[in-house]
């Protein structure tokens, strides 16, 4: 079925994480025995990292993903040698990987995309592998040169599975000061020897609660360890920036192609606005991530050739053709994702995005995110501290922008329970492109199917059609409407008294959301908050020989996180019903457990609406002859 995106649009969007039913989220398939990774680093941030992993497995679910490692690298940058790898049996034989059952392969991910051949996979493949079986590998990379000339950095997050070792050992040359944020991992007293100092960590074992529903980025509140040589977040961004800037040379076939652009237009903001329509539309995105990537951009004039590139390359392209037209830019390094709180030790590491800014227009454009309209963001970009590369300062992406849902909704019931019905969904702000870019793939058949499946899910027997909007790029900005009509057989089984749900929406509406707020009963993290804008209007006709017994109570409410409103009328006939709600915490993305306490009362009032009934009464139609 189409429409994914529409389906984002409920309730899944926030609370898309299943929350699981025990509170304890460790993996019993698996335990890690021993995983120890130690790193001898030179002055100029190049190091040779060796690392030892034995696990054991405890059921059968774990046999398939367990049995073959996969161990990712840069081969411009680094080489990796798997020094060994073997099986152990409960009896203690061992089964050694032999050298065919390593595997060299490029990175899946970027397969189509010559310029990113450089990144590999070495896959190691073990052999009889059954439950109660302990796997071994050791293998070695050696990092040729830095990211970052005279820099070091790295981090690691505990796995959540049982771990009987997990210790990172970093012995650095003096002068090279490992700065340290390492809650969940017990330091070692840092050991001197010949000009070097040795820092070791260690992984405390402790219980792991399971990751709740909707809860943001675990690196925001769980263990972590960070290490890191940067004295402050502006030294990564200069750092970058160095790296980074000669790519976005301007070129005169890419200064032709940016005055060819804009055309037409004077406005900065139309033609910044034209400029990132362009690139998202015309250069495809091959998602390498910064610290898998690498962090040098290819040329700007490469990409404009190729038609393709990663966020670096985007930003570069972006940044030479605003140039071009006298428009000035920076690159924003970003966490793309829900983590909104950065390390107090500056590192890259939670930085895997880069998005361009425009300080003269204060504007954040991402030509990455191709399923929404120029000048907004995708969601996981909003609330961010990012690094402005050229300046190194840090700045702040928009905390919110405008995505406001219209439904409308008319249904008129007949005598006998079948019932015709209308409905429109009005897109506007940064959700209007991204549905009329599901509507321009969308399959015919499942189109012409959409609304007998839509209602066959609620036991109603129904045919209908879609009626698209506008999906020319032209109508991009003013909005977006669809609708859906048609008609049930069975939409009430009448006559006689009968409950009917008092829904404002036939499809996602702010009941989808409303309901998303009850997945936890109780919450221990921090998490998304609630951001809704929903307006919705119904109307119910019934047969002329219908009486209303009764219609739900009028609701409105107003706290620091909803403003909710039911109204119910009786007009001519009909029963008229007005819902609105908008949700969200003044001045961040982020809810805290006691927030999600104070939410409760509301919660229980808008899901008690939006459950209720209206009862309606149809006289039963006389017999003949009495």
Same mark, same amino acid.
């Given at each position: ?49 060796? +690392? ?10 774990? !046999? ?8 990712? +690298? ?7 040698? !798997? ?44 052999? =009889? ?17 830095? @990211? +970052? ?68 980025? #675990? ?16 030294? !990564? ?34 033609? /910044? ?87 003269? &227009?204060?504007?954040?454009? =991402? ?8 000048? @907004? ?38 005598? =006998? ?139 409105? &409410?107003?706290?620091? @996180? ?9 007009? =001519?006939?009909?029963? &008229?019903?007005?819902? /609105? ?14 927030? #999600? ?30």
């Amino acid at each position: 079925m189409k429409l994914k995106l529409l389906a984002l649009l409920s309730a899944a969007t926030l609370w898309s994480q299943p929350a699981p039913a025990a509170d304890d989220g460790i993996d019993t398939s698996v335990t890690t025995l021993k995983n120890q990774q130690t790193f001898v680093v030179q002055r100029d941030g190049s190091y040779v990292q060796d +690392f030892e992993e034995m696990v054991q497995i405890n059921e059968q679910r774990a !046999v398939a993903p367990v049995a073959q490692r996969r161990f990712h +690298f840069n081969r411009t940058l680094e080489d990796l040698d !798997v020094i060994e790898a073997y099986t152990e049996k409960p009896d203690g034989r061992r089964i050694p990987v032999l050298p065919e059952q390593i595997k060299l392969q490029n990175e899946p991910a970027y397969n189509g995309a010559a310029m990113f051949q450089d990144m590999q996979v070495k896959s190691v493949i073990y052999a =009889d592998v059954a439950v109660g079986d302990k796997l071994y590998s050791k293998t070695r990379k050696i990092r040729r040169s830095a @990211y +970052f000339p005279g820099q070091f950095s790295d981090t690691t997050y505990p796995l959540f599975r049982r771990t009987d070792q997990h210790t990172l050992i970093y012995d650095m040359p003096d002068g090279m000061t490992l700065k340290a944020d390492d809650p969940g991992f017990k330091a070692s007293a840092p050991q001197q020897h010949d000009g070097r100092t040795v820092y070791r960590w260690d992984y405390v074992q402790a219980p792991t609660p399971r990751i709740e529903a909707g809860t943001i980025a #675990y690196a925001d509140y769980g263990r972590h360890l960070i290490v890191s040589t940067f004295n402050n977040y502006g030294e !990564v961004g200069l750092a970058y920036d160095r790296t980074a800037a000669p790519a976005a040379a301007v070129t005169p076939r890419i200064a032709a192609r940016a005055r060819e652009v804009v055309k037409g237009l004077s406005d900065p903001r139309a033609q /910044a606005m034209a400029i990132d329509n362009w690139v998202r539309k015309n250069v495809r995105y091959v998602a390498v991530y910064i610290g898998n990537g690498g962090l040098e951009p290819h040329s700007a004039e490469s990409i404009l050739d190729n038609r393709y590139g990663d966020c670096k390359d985007h930003v570069a392209l972006m940044e030479a053709m605003l140039h071009a037209v006298g428009i000035d830019s920076t690159p924003a390094l970003i966490n793309l994702g829900w983590s909104y709180k950065l390390s107090p030790v500056a590192q890259l590491g939670q930085f895997n995005h880069v998005i361009t800014y425009i300080p003269s &227009l204060d504007l954040y454009l =991402d030509s990455t995110a191709d399923g929404i309209a120029a000048g @907004y963001l995708p969601g996981q970009d909003l609330d961010k501290q990012v690094i402005l590369t050229r300046s190194g300062q840090l700045g702040h992406t928009p905390l919110a922008q405008l995505i406001k849902i219209k439904n409308h909704y008319a249904v008129k019931i007949a005598a =006998d329970g079948s019932a015709t019905f209308d409905f429109a969904r009005e897109q506007l702000g940064a959700w209007e492109e991204a549905v009329r870019n599901e509507h321009r793939n969308w399959a015919k058949a499942d189109q012409q199917r959409f609304v007998e499946v839509l209602l066959k899910s609620s036991g109603v027997k129904a045919h209908g059609e879609v009626v698209l909007g506008d999906l020319s790029d032209a109508a991009s900005g003013k909005g977006y409407r669809f609708s859906l009509n048609g008609s049930g057989e069975n939409w009430v089984y009448l006559p006689g008294p009968v409950g009917m749900p008092a829904s404002s929406s036939l499809y996602v509406g702010l009941a989808q959301q409303v309901f998303g707020l009850t997945n936890e009963a109780t919450r221990t993290q921090p998490y998304l908050c609630p951001e809704s804008d929903y307006e919705e209007d119904a109307s119910y006709e019934f047969p002329a020989n219908a009486t209303l017994l009764a219609v739900p109570p009028d609701v409105h &409410l107003a706290s620091p @996180y909803f403003q909710y409103s039911a109204e119910f009328r009786q007009v =001519d006939g009909k029963l &008229l019903i007005k819902r /609105a709600l908008k949700s969200g915490k003044a001045g961040t993305r982020v809810c805290t457990p006691e927030d #999600y306490l104070a939410m409760q009362g509301d919660i229980k009032k808008m899901v008690r609406d939006l459950r209720s009934q209206f009862i309606l009464q149809v006289p039963e139609a006389p017999q003949p002859g009495i």
